[in-house]
């Protein structure tokens, strides 16, 4: 069954403020953990990993933060822009050669 | 331009035909994966290949085929097994180092009538 998977399906979000995207997962057996960028029509995107022995890890205007005690990882963006507006996967990478993803957040972002 | 590549962008068939969708990419990728997406669903892993002449099924195979004659190439058919074959499908490479960043190509939304 689906192991990654996460809290909200749409996200409604003012620019300029901050977004946080949430997920859960299961497997505490997972090497990496992973967000990607969705928008319509087009193939996902890397945005930012994170290594299961780490808690946070910045990007450029993305922030990662991963709760092993809860089982939960969060994207956080700055500042969100309408750029920003897309849909959000989650992913993990269990330590063989392919990923899995989750089901996707839908961010909306309100001028 | 390096980049991986889906052709085409829609593709209609009839109920009962097999038909092939096209990837291909240029970045030298030892590794390429398909996916299908459906409608507010995340990405579910169909096939993929490590290295040429090599490939393996993923979590959702029954009704496709594959195959990897060469690097740059890696062709998913969709034979009339599939039961439910309208979908978007991905495809994916991955230099084969680091499995985490995956370069997506712009997909083929596949329609069957």
């Known amino acids: 069954g689906e192991s990654v998977g996460l809290h909200l399906p749409t996200l409604s979000v003012q620019e300029g403020d901050n977004s946080i995207i949430n997920c859960a997962y299961s497997n505490s057996a997972s090497d990496y953990f992973i967000w990607y960028k969705q928008e319509s029509g087009k193939g996902p995107q890397f945005i930012i990993d994170?290594?299961?022995?780490?808690d946070k890890r910045q990007g450029q205007r993305v922030t990662v933060l991963l709760n092993k005690t809860v089982k939960h990882l969060s994207l956080q963006i700055a500042a969100t822009q309408p750029g920003d507006s897309a849909v959000y996967f989650c992913a993990e990478n269990r330590g063989d050669d392919k990923i899995i993803f989750g089901k996707g957040t839908r961010l909306h972002i309100l001028p | 331009d390096g980049g991986i590549t889906q052709s085409p962008k829609y593709l209609f068939r009839k109920e009962g035909q097999n038909v092939t969708l096209s990837c291909e990419q240029n970045l030298n990728h030892d590794a390429m994966y398909w996916y299908r997406q459906d409608p507010g669903q995340g990405l579910r892993l169909i096939y993929y290949?490590?290295?040429?002449?090599?490939?393996q099924k993923g979590d959702i195979a029954e009704g496709y085929s594959v195959s990897r004659e060469k690097k740059e190439s890696f062709p998913l058919t969709v034979t009339s097994a599939q039961k439910n074959p309208t979908a978007f499908y991905l495809c994916a490479s991955t230099p084969g180092d680091s499995y985490n960043e995956q370069f997506f190509g712009p997909g083929t939304r596949l329609t069957v009538l």
């Open positions: 290949s490590q290295i040429v002449n090599d490939f």
């Open positions: 994170i290594r299961s022995n780490m």
